[in-house]
């Protein structure tokens, strides 16, 4: 007797699972998305056929025992369906709709869009391939990408996607300039430019020159660890010390070269800096 | 032996009760989330893990608000880009049709796949299983177990999480 509630529970609440589960439609298990399919139905009379997801809905009026035809580009958005045949009673099926496995979208992220040259892995991206109708695609697909364009050696590589998504990661290039980083998968591309700058300056080196004012004091040319120009804007910091006193200078790079004038103390020493690169010093004796 | 039973009550009870379309169901779907096991060079901190997992389960009860409400509003907080759009063109079509939708989640297996090296976006899969159902002019015209493997991508934008890609398969 105490078992007799919880079987009538069962049974209630088992109905309108029973109802959802009777077979009169006959659906594909799996379409690929935009293309054309057909639902057949069985029975006679009319009906209305629904077919729902969370990004399409459809409603038809339907004759039963008739095929149901569903044209191309009706159902154009992956995931799950539901079909649901009413009229009398109700019928319903599932299917799964997939993406089109023909890459027309190439989400690309790439970062930076500006660093130094010479950076081992200092360039990254990440892509997600999309079909036409904006559906990621899933199945493994190749994605070349490729870094070229500052006349240094061209970089590239083949990485297929796990569930729609693909990465790498480059060096930049040994030469400034842009550079063209694309990301292609089938017949789609997609570009971003990656500004290459110098590095910091490999080496700096002054020389010292007395004059009516002063001492002359002038850099060579700033250059990063591989030849490049360090930009004029960069600043250098001329430092003169003396009788215990200290005198300091910046001053931004001009073509190339960075110049300042400091009073002629003799037995000053003389040292010059940028960023974290030391460079000579120089002890003034007196008239050089 | 009873134990058993009265769960197996229970949760029929509770598909029954949806099939009636009660007031959504408070209970908090099961949630098991995998180890981490990343594509990609990016770290992901565990605080961050946290947060775009609490907020993509957030995004179900907004789907299923804006879905059954015939409501795009809703969907503002937790949808973004290209999901957002495709779920609002099926609620402009829902009204159009007359129909309504409900999805309940009942459990969630997820795992964070990959996180795009600079940032900006989060890759997740999850085996869900949930109920959706079908209303039209205020009739349950029927309710469907379904399990699907849900690919999902969230981006971030000011204070949360958002989900711009929301597609389904088969598990």
């Given at each position: 007797?105490?078992?007799?509630?919880?079987?009538?529970?069962?049974?209630?609440?088992?109905?309108?699972?029973?109802?959802?589960?009777?077979?009169?439609?006959?659906?594909?298990?799996?379409?690929?998305?935009?293309?054309?399919?057909?639902?057949?139905?069985?029975?006679?009379?009319?009906?209305?056929?629904?077919?729902?997801?969370?990004?399409?809905?459809?409603?038809?009026?339907?004759?039963?025992?008739?095929?149901?035809?569903?044209?191309?580009?009706?159902?154009?958005?992956?995931?799950?369906?539901?079909?649901?045949?009413?009229?009398?009673?109700?019928?319903?099926?599932?299917?799964?709709?997939?993406?089109?496995?023909?890459p027309?979208?190439v989400?690309?992220?790439?970062?930076?869009?500006?660093?130094?040259?010479?950076?081992?892995?200092?360039?990254?991206?990440?892509v997600?391939v999309?079909?036409?109708?904006?559906?990621?695609?899933?199945?493994?697909t190749s994605v070349?990408?490729?870094?070229?364009?500052?006349?240094?050696?061209?970089?590239?590589?083949?990485?297929?996607?796990?569930?729609?998504?693909?990465?790498?990661?480059?060096?930049?290039?040994?030469?400034?300039?842009?550079?063209?980083?694309?990301?292609r998968a089938g017949?789609v591309?997609?570009?971003?430019?990656?500004?290459?700058?110098?590095?910091?300056?490999?080496?700096?080196?002054?020389?010292?020159?007395?004059?009516?004012?002063?001492?002359?004091?002038?850099?060579?040319?700033?250059?990063?660890?591989?030849?490049?120009?360090?930009?004029?804007?960069?600043?250098?910091?001329?430092?003169?010390?003396?009788?215990?006193?200290?005198?300091?200078?910046?001053?931004?790079?001009?073509?190339?070269?960075?110049?300042?004038?400091?009073?002629?103390?003799?037995?000053?020493?003389?040292?010059?800096?940028?960023?974290?690169?030391?460079?000579?010093?120089?002890?003034?004796?007196?008239?050089? | 032996?009873?134990?058993?039973?009265?769960?197996?009550?229970?949760?029929?009870?509770?598909?029954?009760?949806?099939?009636?379309?009660?007031?959504?169901?408070?209970?908090?779907?099961?949630?098991?989330?995998?180890?981490?096991?990343?594509?990609?060079?990016?770290?992901?901190?565990?605080?961050?893990?946290?947060?775009?997992?609490?907020?993509?389960?957030?995004?179900?009860?907004?789907?299923?608000?804006?879905?059954?409400?015939?409501?795009?509003?809703?969907?503002?907080?937790?949808?973004?880009?290209?999901?957002?759009?495709?779920?609002?063109?099926?609620?402009?079509?829902?009204?159009?049709?007359?129909?309504?939708?409900?999805?309940?989640?009942?459990?969630?297996?997820?795992?964070?796949?990959?996180?795009?090296?600079?940032?900006?976006?989060?890759?997740?899969?999850?085996?869900?299983?949930?109920?959706?159902?079908?209303?039209?002019?205020?009739?349950?015209?029927?309710?469907?177990?379904?399990?699907?493997?849900?690919?999902?991508?969230?981006?971030?934008?000011?204070?949360?999480?958002?989900?711009?890609?929301?597609?389904?398969?088969?598990?």
């Open positions: 007797m105490r078992r007799s509630p919880l079987l009538l529970s069962l049974l209630t609440a088992a109905v309108p699972l029973a109802v959802a589960q009777s077979g009169s439609l006959t659906v594909p298990k799996m379409v690929t998305a935009g293309s054309a399919f057909s639902i057949q139905t069985s029975g006679s009379g009319q009906a209305t056929l629904y077919i729902m997801g969370t990004d399409d809905v459809l409603k038809r009026d339907v004759q039963l025992g008739q095929p149901v035809s569903i044209a191309a580009d009706t159902v154009n958005h992956a995931g799950h369906y539901l079909v649901v045949l009413t009229g009398g009673g109700t019928d319903t099926e599932q299917f799964d709709v997939q993406p089109a496995n023909r027309a979208t989400a690309f992220l790439a970062r930076p869009s500006r660093l130094s040259t010479g950076l081992h892995n200092g360039i990254t991206g990440a997600y999309f079909d036409p109708y904006g559906n990621l695609i899933t199945n493994p070349y990408f490729q870094l070229s364009g500052t006349g240094g050696p061209e970089q590239s590589r083949t990485v297929q996607t796990h569930d729609g998504a693909a990465w790498t990661q480059m060096d930049s290039s040994t030469k400034e300039g842009a550079a063209k980083f694309t990301a017949d591309s997609s570009t971003r430019v990656i500004q290459q700058v110098p590095g910091d300056p490999c080496g700096l080196r002054m020389t010292a020159k007395r004059d009516n004012k002063g001492i002359q004091l002038q850099t060579d040319p700033l250059k990063d660890c591989s030849g490049n120009p360090v930009p004029d804007g960069t600043v250098v910091t001329f430092t003169e010390s003396y009788y215990g006193l200290q005198t300091t200078v910046d001053v931004p790079l001009k073509r190339g070269v960075a110049q300042a004038e400091v009073p002629a103390h003799p037995g000053a020493t003389i040292s010059a800096a940028t960023g974290v690169v030391m460079g000579n010093e120089i002890h003034w004796g007196g008239n050089e | 032996m009873r134990t058993p039973v009265l769960m197996l009550c229970l949760l029929l009870g509770a598909v029954a009760g949806f099939g009636d379309e009660q007031p959504a169901v408070d209970e908090q779907p099961a949630v098991r989330v995998e180890p981490l096991d990343l594509s990609g060079p990016r770290p992901l901190a565990d605080q961050t893990q946290q947060a775009v997992i609490r907020d993509y389960l957030e995004a179900w009860h907004s789907l299923d608000g804006a879905l059954g409400q015939n409501r795009p509003d809703l969907l503002n907080t937790d949808f973004t880009g290209s999901a957002k759009d495709n779920l609002t063109s099926t609620i402009h079509q829902q009204t159009a049709l007359g129909v309504r939708a409900r999805y309940q989640d009942l459990s969630h297996d997820v795992r964070v796949v990959f996180y795009s090296p600079e940032g900006l976006s989060v890759q997740l899969v999850d085996n869900v299983e949930y109920n959706v159902q079908l209303i039209a002019q205020e009739k349950v015209l029927t309710t469907q177990r379904v399990h699907e493997r849900y690919v999902v991508v969230l981006t971030p934008s000011e204070v949360r999480w958002r989900v711009r890609v929301f597609q389904g398969e088969p598990e």
